[in-house]
């Protein structure tokens, strides 16, 4: 009886044995796969940065030219809306933050969105530099971005907006762009209007009529007038 009770407890020592060795042969076959999806997932991130890069070329030499400026949108029925272009709004416009070297966050002189709309236009942005939360809507905005800010070509209409947080939208049937009386937590009145700068907010890669606020007003733009204060 104590044979069998020995004979059963080796059985029984031997199966947790073999489990164990088991067990640890799954790690290393989980790592190696893992990290071949880390690799592939990888590359496709670098590819897809690389796509929005040059995707953003263009359209920062677009912004670049109204960039200080006010634009001013003289609509019917006497409706006028003046938008100025700064530089630190067009990062945000792509849907997408930047990393800045060490350097540069030392030295304290440009802000993120500087030192992106900068090494754009220099043809330096690195591509492991910057980082999207939603690859969908950065590609969507950046294949607009450039057509948007070729001012003053393809803008028909300005509507009220349907978010609380931005004013209203210029654009046509296949894109827009959101406007936003808000800097810095001031508006400012405009001296081409009787209202308040505006300032580029939002791009969507969507029909301004669906941002129209439900019995919100659409002005049909007449002119278009780049302001050369700069």
């Known amino acids: ?19 164990g060795r088991r067990r640890s042969a799954s790690p290393v076959f989980s790592s190696v796969k893992g990290n071949e999806m880390s690799e592939a997932g990888v590359r496709l991130g670098r590819d897809r940065k690389k796509k929005l890069i040059s995707l953003y070329a263009p359209a920062v030499e677009s912004y670049s030219r109204l960039e200080g400026r006010h634009t001013v949108f003289d ?29 540069v966050i030392h030295a304290g002189r440009l802000t993120e969105a500087e030192f992106f709309y900068d090494a754009l236009r220099k043809g330096r942005l690195a591509v492991d530099s910057i980082h999207y939360p939603d690859y969908r809507k950065a590609y969507g905005k950046a294949l607009v971005l450039h057509e948007i800010l070729s001012l003053p070509i393809g803008v028909e209409v300005i509507v009220d907006s349907d978010k609380s947080s931005i004013d209203y939208f210029y654009g046509n049937d296949h894109w827009c762009l959101g406007l936003d009386a808000y800097h810095d937590t001031n508006r400012i009145d405009s001296s081409f209007s009787d209202g308040f700068v505006h300032y580029p907010k939002s791009v969507r890669k969507q029909s301004v009529s669906a941002r129209r606020r439900e019995s919100g007003n659409a002005y049909r733009v007449l002119s278009i007038t780049i302001v050369d204060n700069r």
């Open 1 to 19: 009886m104590k044979m069998e009770s020995s004979h059963a407890e080796d059985r029984k020592t031997g199966s947790q044995e073999n489990r």
């Open 75 to 103: 609509c019917e029925n006497g409706f006028c809306l003046d938008v100025l272009w700064r530089k630190h709004n067009f990062e945000h416009l792509c849907g997408v933050y930047c990393d800045r070297p060490p350097e």
